[in-house]
């Protein structure tokens, strides 16, 4: 009975963990799609608020999943160093800034406009493993140091393949390194004494098991030496503060991984795709795609850089504006090319010309189909 | 360290936050590259240092085999008072804080071991390796140290009196004698 209830309880912390992540990646996508708004001068509350849930969690998605990737691969690296021997898998603060200089170079580099200058940071990383593997203190000792260089040359790589705001990336990408990095020395030094002390408890208590002692055996628990090695062992804390504290930690870092992910999609390229709808009264419009919902789809006239352009010019300057079209009165949507100004909204004067793949049904008619039939 | 907080300055310093010019960038990138190729040279270098080591003959030690292995234990600001620690294994072991008036320590092994603020009053200490330890603030009043190898060991702070027995007679550079109207019996 207590296995069931144990098992339960487990389930329910997994879709519990599971519901909240999809909550927090929810989240992401709303600030990110409302900072997109933002910067092209678009009212942000109504297509946010008719965003339907999927597509707003897609948006989250897309962006932290890179992070998450990187948090998880560091993740992985700092939990192999901490459990190894300080004496044989020796990382320390230099090894930590050796890693951390190679990759934010790696990254500013590659961000600038000149990225042949990632030679550098590749040419230091070369140097470190052949200079490591000539003098091979150990394996353990060599693949310390250049596994978290080589890994943070790797990842500096996968993350200028994102094309997100570079200045963002690289700081992101400083904080995660040095937060995993430079804890991780320190860990491996805790968890060593962590080892060492249940050690010493453990030999104590063989010691005390074997020895004779005469009519009058201390009991292990009050060995005054037992005491203090079991009280550097465990935590000093309730398990009460002891989770809070844990939540806390972990609420802070998906804070800071949020901020980060929200920070790498400001000013990017590509935020807005231009879209074709053709509507079931044979009309096309063509726009900037934002978002579509559960019932309806919106466009948008963005036209910030557009506005300024005209007003230097002398023109009228037409107001950004969005519109929402049913999606029952939608026939087909494309959406395509790539968008950083976006696109005027207008009906597609040339609808009949239009690559629309699907045509309004004719009056009494069959539904037709192709680029060269008249549209009506 | 510093060329890499060079490196980051040079980003960042009159920025306008999130556009810095290309040249800043590069120039960044440059310096806190060769900040790790500087990092990069300490690195091996210390590999070379302990790959020597570990070719040098073990030290000839002065004292017996330990009975009881505590190396690189915690045991900070734990109550060791009057312990029997004699023959023991506390290389590297951390003991900042720890009471250990009256403990007996004799012939034991506290290479690097890190004693300080510990309370060592009465300790008896003799001939143990202390070589690399570090006694800063600690109290060696009435301590008896005599015969231990303090080779490396740092006492800056530490205090003592003249009920305290050097190895050599002579107390270590930086700890301070006190004076006082009536010291601990030994």
Not at chain 1, 283 to 308: H, K, M, N, W, Y
Request: proline share 5%; aromatic share 4%; charged share 20%.
């Amino acid at each position: 009975m207590s296995g069931a209830v144990d098992l339960a309880s487990k389930v329910l912390a997994v879709l519990t963990a599971l519901l909240g992540l999809a909550g927090y990646v929810f989240v992401l996508g709303a600030t990110i799609l409302w900072i997109r708004l933002d910067e092209v001068g678009l009212p942000r509350e109504m297509p946010i608020s008719l965003a339907g849930r999927q597509e707003l969690i897609a948006i989250g998605a897309q962006a932290v999943a890179v992070w998450l990737l990187l948090v998880a691969v560091l993740g992985v690296l700092a939990a192999w160093i901490v459990t190894g021997d300080p004496e044989r898998r020796r990382f320390g603060l230099r090894e930590a800034a050796l890693a951390i200089a190679v990759t934010v170079s790696a990254v500013l580099a590659l961000n600038s406009s000149a990225p042949e200058f990632v030679a550098l940071p590749c040419l230091v990383a070369l140097g470190t493993a052949i200079g490591s593997w000539g003098k091979w203190p150990s394996s353990e000792a060599v693949t310390a140091v250049v596994l978290p260089v080589v890994v943070g040359l790797g990842l500096a790589f996968a993350l200028s393949s994102i094309h997100g705001n570079g200045l963002a990336e690289a700081a992101g990408a400083t904080f995660i390194f040095a937060a995993l990095f430079l804890l991780a020395p320190s860990l491996q030094q805790w968890r060593a004494r962590q080892e060492a002390n249940g050690a010493a408890i453990a030999q104590i208590k063989v010691r005390k098991e074997t020895r004779e002692m005469g009519p009058k055996k201390d009991a292990l628990d009050e060995d005054p030496l037992v005491k203090a090695l079991a009280q550097g062992r465990a935590e000093s804390y309730s398990s009460t503060v002891l989770w809070i504290r844990r939540i806390a930690l972990g609420l802070v870092a998906l804070l800071i991984l949020g901020a980060i992910t929200v920070a790498s999609q400001v000013e990017r390229d590509e935020n807005f795709h231009q879209a074709l709808i053709s509507l079931t009264n044979g009309d096309c419009i063509v726009g900037t795609f934002v978002v579509r919902g559960s019932e309806q789809v919106v466009l948008a006239q963005p036209s910030l850089a557009r506005e300024e352009r005209e007003e230097e010019e002398g023109k009228e300057v037409p107001q950004p504006r969005i519109t929402t079209i049913p999606t029952k009165e939608v026939l087909e949507v494309q959406v395509y090319g790539k968008s950083s100004e976006g696109t005027d909204l207008a009906l597609d004067a040339n609808c009949a010309n239009s690559p629309n793949l699907v045509r309004p049904k004719k009056e009494g008619g069959e539904a037709s189909s192709g680029t060269g039939a008249s549209g009506g | 360290m510093t060329i890499i907080a060079a490196g980051f300055i040079v980003l960042l310093v009159s920025l306008p936050f999130n556009h810095p010019p290309a040249i800043r960038k590069v120039a960044a990138a440059i310096v806190i590259g060769l900040g790790g190729a500087l990092l990069a040279v300490q690195v091996l270098r210390d590999m070379t240092k302990e790959v020597e080591a570990s070719r040098k003959p073990p030290d000839e030690h002065m004292q017996p085999e330990p009975v009881l292995v505590l190396a690189g234990v915690d045991l900070r600001d734990a109550a060791l008072p009057g312990v029997e620690l004699g023959r023991s294994e506390l290389t590297d072991a951390l003991l900042a804080g720890a009471d250990l008036n009256a403990t007996t320590l004799q012939a034991s092994r506290l290479a690097r071991a890190d004693l300080r603020d510990a309370d060592l009053r009465r300790a008896d200490l003799r001939l143990s390796d202390l070589r690399g330890s570090d006694f800063r603030r600690a109290d060696l009043r009435a301590t008896d140290l005599r015969g231990a190898l303090l080779t490396d060991a740092r006492f800056e702070g530490a205090i003592y009196n003249k009920a305290t027995n050097w190895p050599e007679g002579t107390p270590p550079p930086g700890s301070i004698r006190i004076e006082e109207a009536s010291g601990p019996e030994r």
